[in-house]
C-alpha cells in the first residue's frame, strides 16, 4: 500500500512536470520566404526589406489565407518575409517577434494572440524601430499609440449580416442555437452583432429564442458532439449560427444524424472554401465572408507606405459581405477571398 | 449497459461479482442517471441514449488500448494526436492523391500500427518512461498531422469511405421515441464496433496468454520476467495494439464528419485516461478490468452529454469531470484499504 502510494505520488509529480513541459516545449522553426524580385528592394545597403509576420496560428485555414496575402504583397514588393507558427500559444508569440526583431525585421504584421497582453510586444518594437500593422484581432485601445496602423474585419457587422438573414427568412420568429467559441473576443462581438442584425430588423424580436449556447471550440468534431446533444434537449431548434464554417461542418452533419436536415437552417461565418461549397451542396444557408487575404496583403503596403515616410490611415475596417445561394456562383468555391484592390 | 451484462450473463456469480467489484462506480453512473432525469427534460429519451453512446464510441475504442497501457502501470498520451494523424491521412489519400477507398483504409491503418510500434519499441527495448516517449509522439504525430494538412481542413467526398461510420441501422416503427416524433430511431454503426472491439479486447485479456502476460507485467514486471515471459514483447504488442485502435478511431471521425480538422482528437487522451481510471483501473499497474472500464467510459458519456443537454457552460464540464476522478478513485482506494 505504501509503495503504490509513493508510485502514485511519483506519477502526479511527473503528470505535472510533464505537462508543464508541454505547454513550454511548443517551438517551431523560423521560415524564411525570399523572392527573386531583387530590383524592387528598398534599402540602400542593397539587402532585401525583412517584413515579419505574427499570425494566430497556422494550423487554420484562415490565417494561412492571412499569410498567403502576406506572402503576395511582399513577393510583389520585394521584400522577404519573416514568420513562426506561434500556435495559438501569446508567450510564444512574444519570444519569436523577439527573434524577428534580432533578424531585423522593418515592419511587422501582427495579430496579437493575446490583444490584452499586447503591450510588451509593440513596446518592443517601438523600441527597435519597428513599424507594426495591427490585423485582425484589435489591439487595446489605451495601447493604440505604439502601434502604426490597424486594419480589422467588422466582426459585428459579419454577425449582423447573419443575423439579417434570419430576420428575412424567419419573420414569424425562430429558436436559435448558438455555437459559440466564447473564449475568443471577436466571437462574442459577432454573436452580438447577429442578434442586432435580428432586432434591427423584425417588428416582435420576442419571438426569436436563444435556446441554447454550446462551445463548440471553433472546431468540427466538439462541435458535432455538442451540437447533437442540443438537438436531443431542444428537437424545436430551427436556425443554428456558428461562429465559423469548420464548426458549422460539425452541425450539419449533427442535424442530419437527427433526422432534421433541410428543417434546421445552419449559418456559418467567413465564407471559407468549404462553407461556399456546403452552401453550393444546399447544407448551409448563409455564411458572412471576411477578407483574410486582402487584409494580410494590405497590410504589408501600409509598411511599405510607412518606410517610403507616407501617411496612412490609422483604422481600417474591411467590410463583410453576405454569401448565400441566391450568389454563391459569383465565388470560387476553392479560395478563400481574393485580392480585389491591388496595389493600392 | 446491455453489453457490461452480456458479459457476464451465463453465470450469475459473475454478474453478482461484478456488480460487487464495480459497486462505488455502478452506484455513480445510477446517481448521475437519476440527477440527469429528474433535473433534465430530454436527458432520459431514447434518442438522446442512443446519442449519447454514439458521440463516446470512439473514446470506448481508444479505452480499449489505454487499459492496456495502464494495466502495465504505464500509459499513452499520444492516443489523440495518432486519432488526428490517422484521420488526415485517410482524408488526404482519398481527397488529395484520389487514392482507391481500401488502399486509404489500409494505410491509415499501417500509419497507425507504425506508431504504436513506434511508443512500444522506445518503451519496451530503449527503457524510455512511457509518459516521455509518447508525449514525444504525441508532438511528432500533431506535427505531422498539420503538416499534411497545411493548416487547414480536408473534406471527404468518397461515399464508400464515408459510409463506414456513417452507416445507421433503423428501427422501423420507433417514430415516437424520437426526439422530434418524425424520423424512426436508428443505431449507428460506430456504436456496434465499440462494443465488438470491447468485446474482443474483454477475450484478450482474460482469455489468452496474452492477457495473463499483461496482467503479470503489470502486477510484478521482475517476478513475470524471471517466469519466462518476454516481458519486452510482451510490453510493446499493446501499444501497437494501441495504436492499431486510435486509426480506427481516426478513420471513424473522418468518416463520420466527412473530413478532418488538423485539430481532431486534441485532449482524447484525456477522456480516455479519465474514463480508465474512473473505472477503477489501478494506475501503478496489474488490476483493472473491461467490465469497469466500460462503467468509466459510461460516466464520462453521461457527464458531458447529460451537462450539455442541461445547458451547463462547458467551462464547468470539465471542473465536473474532474471532480468526478477524484470521487471515484477515492471510494476505490477506501474500498481497497478496507479489504485490507
Known amino acids: 500500500m505504501k509503495n503504490m502510494k509513493k508510485v502514485f505520488a511519483l506519477l502526479l509529480a511527473a503528470t505535472m512536470v510533464f505537462s508543464l513541459a508541454a505547454c513550454g516545449s511548443s517551438k517551431s522553426d523560423s521560415k524564411s520566404d525570399s523572392s527573386e524580385k531583387k530590383e524592387e528592394a528598398k534599402e540602400d545597403s542593397g539587402d532585401k526589406v525583412k517584413i515579419g509576420f505574427a499570425p494566430y496560428t497556422l494550423t487554420n485555414e484562415y490565417f494561412s489565407a492571412v499569410l498567403n496575402g502576406v506572402q503576395e504583397a511582399c513577393d510583389e514588393l520585394g521584400y522577404e518575409l519573416v514568420y513562426n507558427d506561434p500556435q495559438s500559444d501569446s508567450t510564444t508569440q512574444a519570444q519569436q517577434v523577439d527573434d524577428m526583431i534580432a533578424q531585423g525585421i522593418s515592419g511587422l504584421v501582427y495579430i496579437p494572440n493575446d490583444s490584452a497582453n499586447a503591450r510588451s510586444v509593440l513596446q518592443a518594437c517601438k523600441d527597435a524601430g519597428v513599424f507594426v500593422i495591427n490585423v485582425d484581432n484589435v489591439i487595446k485601445e489605451d495601447d493604440y499609440e505604439l502601434c502604426d496602423g490597424i486594419i480589422a474585419s467588422d466582426n459585428e457587422g459579419l454577425g449582423r449580416l447573419s443575423g439579417e438573414w434570419v430576420a428575412k427568412n424567419h419573420p414569424d420568429g425562430a429558436n436559435i442555437l448558438i455555437a459559440h467559441l466564447q473564449t475568443a473576443e471577436s466571437c462574442v462581438v459577432n454573436v452580438d452583432g447577429f442578434w442586432k442584425g435580428i432586432k434591427e430588423n423584425v417588428k416582435d424580436d420576442s419571438k426569436f429564442k436563444e435556446v441554447q449556447v454550446v462551445e463548440g471550440g471553433g472546431a468540427t468534431d466538439v462541435t458535432y458532439k455538442a451540437v447533437s446533444d442540443a438537438l436531443s434537449a431542444h428537437p424545436d431548434i430551427d436556425v443554428i449560427y456558428c461562429i465559423n464554417d469548420t464548426s458549422a461542418l460539425g452541425a450539419i452533419q449533427a442535424v442530419e444524424d437527427a433526422g432534421l436536415t433541410g428543417k434546421v437552417d445552419i449559418l456559418g461565418k467567413d465564407a471559407a472554401p468549404n462553407g461556399k461549397k456546403a452552401i453550393s451542396e444546399g447544407k448551409m444557408v448563409q455564411s458572412s465572408g471576411q477578407c483574410p487575404s486582402q487584409m494580410g496583403y494590405d497590410g504589408v503596403y501600409e509598411i511599405s507606405e510607412l518606410l517610403a515616410g507616407n501617411k496612412i490611415e490609422f483604422n481600417v475596417a474591411i467590410d463583410a459581405y453576405n454569401v448565400d445561394k441566391d450568389n454563391i456562383d459569383d465565388y470560387d468555391l476553392d479560395a478563400w477571398d481574393e485580392i480585389t484592390h491591388k496595389n493600392k | ?340
Open chain 2, 1 to 340: 449497459m446491455a453489453n457490461n451484462k452480456s458479459i457476464a450473463v451465463k453465470d450469475s456469480n459473475a454478474v453478482v461479482n461484478y456488480f460487487k467489484k464495480n459497486f462505488g462506480v455502478i452506484l455513480g453512473l445510477v446517481i448521475l442517471n437519476v440527477i440527469f432525469a429528474v433535473t433534465t427534460k430530454n436527458y432520459f429519451t431514447a434518442s438522446n441514449i442512443l446519442t449519447m453512446l454514439q458521440n463516446n464510441a470512439v473514446n470506448a475504442i481508444i479505452c480499449c488500448g489505454m487499459l492496456m497501457a495502464i494495466l502495465m502501470g504505464q500509459i499513452d498520451i499520444s492516443v489523440g494526436s495518432t486519432v488526428g494523424l490517422t484521420g488526415m491521412v485517410g482524408a488526404y489519400l482519398i481527397t488529395n492523391l484520389h487514392c482507391n477507398f481500401f488502399l486509404a483504409l489500409v494505410i491509415s491503418l499501417l500509419v497507425g500500427l507504425i506508431i504504436g510500434l513506434i511508443n512500444g519499441f522506445c518503451i519496451a527495448y530503449l527503457k524510455i518512461p512511457a509518459f516521455v516517449a509518447t508525449l514525444a509522439t504525441m508532438s511528432i504525430g500533431r506535427g505531422v498531422c498539420k503538416i499534411i494538412s497545411k493548416g487547414i481542413s480536408i473534406r471527404i467526398r468518397d461515399d464508400a469511405y464515408n459510409a463506414i461510420a456513417g452507416t445507421k441501422i433503423v428501427i422501423p416503427g420507433t417514430e415516437a421515441l424520437s426526439a422530434n416524433g418524425r424520423v424512426p430511431l436508428s443505431v449507428s454503426v460506430i456504436l456496434i464496433y465499440a462494443i465488438i472491439l470491447l468485446a474482443l479486447t474483454w477475450l484478450l485479456l482474460n482469455k489468452t496468454k496474452f492477457g495473463y502476460y499483461i496482467y503479470a507485467i503489470g502486477g510484478n514486471e521482475t517476478a513475470a520476467k524471471y517466469s519466462g515471459i518476454d516481458t519486452k514483447l510482451y510490453n510493446l504488442l499493446p501499444y501497437v495494439i494501441t495504436g492499431g485502435l486510435c486509426a480506427v478511431g481516426g478513420i471513424i471521425w473522418a468518416s463520420k464528419l466527412q473530413g478532418v480538422q488538423s485539430t481532431l482528437g486534441e485532449s482524447f487522451e484525456m477522456d480516455a485516461i479519465s474514463a480508465v481510471v474512473i473505472g477503477g483501473t489501478s494506475m501503478s499497474g496489474g488490476s483493472g478490468t473491461v467490465g469497469g472500464t466500460i462503467i468509466g467510459i459510461l460516466i464520462i458519456a453521461v457527464l458531458s452529454n447529460g451537462l450539455n443537454v442541461m445547458g451547463v457552460n462547458s467551462f464547468w464540464q470539465d471542473v465536473f469531470k474532474g471532480i468526478i476522478i477524484i470521487v471515484a478513485v477515492v471510494i476505490d482506494v477506501l474500498r481497497k484499504s478496507k479489504k485490507r
